[in-house]
């Protein structure tokens, strides 16, 4: 009989125990996660990377006010909190804008100082230290992928593309229109999203040329963010370009999918904002999609009509889950979301800046597991 009640008692436990974990499942939601103490107000965080579960990094810019330009942000997440890293020698004012890591100790940021000169950071996963950058580039962005690192930029008003051949920087063929992001795979299959004429546009490398898509064709559409699944799945995010309309009227967001022969526009649940960061699952298949000022009409006859729409969407192959971020006291909503994955694992970090009291801004870190 008391083996009887044991093997009973068993049986509930478990089942209990899977009816919680069921319902974690099904509550998984996006965490703030608080910044160092030591940040000083007027911060804002423009990227992230990571490259494992205790090692992640962040940059921006902190302390800028209405005299001052402000100082370059470095955050390092050790696996269980997240710590201003020191730029020992690093004295220059400004901001940086984005960041990338072949490795854990080969780590890229580009930034620009008060003056306006492009600053090239390189870290060997512990400090900081100053690269020389492109001469005459005006540097924006930097991507790494398939052991490559590539670099965005203009130099005398035109864009630039540059690749780290092994010595230095290598200026690369630009496709027509302009480029906003990479997907690097390989030194000879590399993806540009970016803006022509023609509108929103997706171009691939081959290693000789670029072969350049048109994905949405709509007056002042334009794609920030590709990611390469395959030859035949590729994806782009960006905005879907409006003709005339008031000031401050609100853009559709795009999102578009390449299937091998041709792009088409993704429907999403939400109508309004900006795509500004994809994100790939530890296989490498489409994961997150960040969408900023994201809003979509209200049921009708709901007032107003407009409401606030999801900030994320979870993709599974096959429909999205919408997730909103999490309110933060004090605070308003992100104005920018950028995602990074820790590679491996199902965590992804989205980093950025939100309203702050009386005008200010603040730098937002959250993470979902």
Do not use: C
């Not at 990571?50 to 005299?67: H, I, N, S």
């Not at 051949?165 to 496709?175: E, I, L, Y």
């Not at 993704?266 to 500004?276: D, H, L, R």
């Amino acid at each position: 009989m008391a083996r009887r009640l044991s093997v009973a008692a068993l049986a509930v436990a478990m089942t209990l125990v899977t009816a919680l974990s069921s319902a974690a499942a099904e509550t998984s939601s996006w965490q703030h996660v608080p910044v160092p103490a030591q940040v000083r107000p007027q911060a804002g965080l423009n990227e992230a990377v990571a490259v494992g579960p205790d090692r992640a990094w962040a940059v921006g810019t902190d302390a800028v006010g209405r005299e001052a330009p402000g100082f370059p942000l470095v955050l390092r997440w050790n696996g269980q909190e997240w710590q201003r890293q020191g730029l020992r020698g690093i004295r220059w004012q400004g901001e940086l804008l984005s960041v990338a890591a072949t490795a854990p100790k080969q780590v890229w940021a580009v930034g620009r100082d008060s003056a306006g000169g492009s600053r090239l950071l390189r870290s060997n996963g512990t400090a900081w230290r100053e690269s020389r950058p492109p001469s005459g580039v005006a540097l924006t962005k930097v991507f790494t992928g398939g052991g490559e690192t590539w670099l965005i930029g203009s130099r005398g008003g035109a864009q630039a593309l540059l690749r780290r051949d092994g010595r230095g920087w290598q200026d690369m063929p630009v496709p027509p229109g302009t480029v906003y992001g990479l997907h690097v795979k390989a030194a000879d299959d590399v993806w540009a999203a970016g803006a022509s004429d023609a509108g929103a546009a997706v171009s691939h490398w081959n290693g000789q040329e670029w072969q350049q898509t048109i994905v949405y064709g709509f007056p002042r559409a334009a794609v920030g963010s590709v990611l390469a699944v395959s030859p035949t799945e590729v994806w782009a995010g960006g905005t879907g370009g409006f003709i005339g309309g008031p000031p401050g009227r609100p853009i559709p967001p795009l999102l578009a999918r390449f299937n091998g022969q041709a792009w088409n526009r993704v429907v999403m649940p939400t109508n309004f904002g900006s795509v500004t960061s994809l994100t790939p699952t530890a296989s490498g298949s489409l994961g997150w999609v960040a969408v900023t000022r994201s809003q979509k009409f209200a049921p009708p006859g709901g007032v107003p009509p407009i409401v606030p729409g999801p900030d994320f969407l979870a993709w599974d192959g096959q429909s999205f889950t919408e997730y909103d971020e999490p309110t933060v006291a004090g605070e308003s909503d992100s104005s920018l979301l950028r995602l990074a994955p820790v590679p491996g694992t199902s965590t992804v970090w989205s980093v950025g800046r939100a309203g702050g009291p009386e005008s200010t801004f603040t730098p937002r870190i959250l993470r979902f597991d």
